[in-house]
């Protein structure tokens, strides 16, 4: 319900703020990239994979505010998914578990033990967008985690775009006497 207050909002409440950012981010997403979408409290929503974004929009539309805040059952389960997918794709690619939140854990879902289990053992990237809470949160671990404050809407939407930026680009690889150039395209 926390979701429901209209500060940071712009006029809007945080929830309808961050539904919007969320359905931009989607859009923005390349087409050819899988993205799949837990919800905190209804687990997996959409299954990860391309060619799903109008279910994606859809389930963010249909998203509500109730319930809790149980971060370390949702971690679990990104991870569990991400996981499957790497083994399908043998290790290749770039997996990121991307969370909005604007709000600690529930009593008992304290995602500690779970951020230093997949930062430890995985090369999943946890991205975290505080949404008006500062950024003394539990998800805000430098070293382990991105985390990136957002106090406006505006704000929220750079947080998440930032995490597309973190995705590395590379050019066609020219090798050439042992050694190799980068093309510039």
């Known amino acids: 319900s926390s979701m429901e207050d209209r500060a940071c909002g712009g006029g809007g409440s945080k929830f309808e703020v961050a ?56 971690m679990k389960k990104a991870y569990e998914v991400l996981t499957r997918q790497a083994q399908r794709q043998l290790g290749y690619g770039a997996y990121r578990l991307v969370m909005v939140t604007d709000g600690e854990a529930n009593p ?23 949404f008006c809470i ?29 995490v597309l930026a973190e995705a590395p680009t590379f050019g066609a690889v020219m090798f050439r006497d042992g050694g190799f150039e980068f093309d510039s395209n």
């Open 19 to 74: 539904k919007a950012a969320v359905q931009k981010f989607i859009k923005s997403v390349p087409s050819d990239v899988n993205v799949g979408l837990v919800r905190l409290n209804a687990g997996m929503v959409v299954e990860l994979g391309i060619g799903n974004r109008a279910a994606l929009m859809s389930a963010v539309d249909d998203i509500d505010s109730s319930g809790g805040t149980p971060l370390r059952s949702l």
């Open 108 to 130: 008992g879902q304290d995602p500690g033990d779970v951020v230093a289990m997949i930062t430890g053992n995985s090369p999943i990237i946890i991205h975290t967008i505080g």
């Open 134 to 162: 500062g950024s003394d949160h539990s998800l805000n671990q430098p070293g382990r985690t991105y985390y990136a404050e957002a106090n406006s809407p505006e704000e929220l939407t750079r947080g998440l775009e930032s």
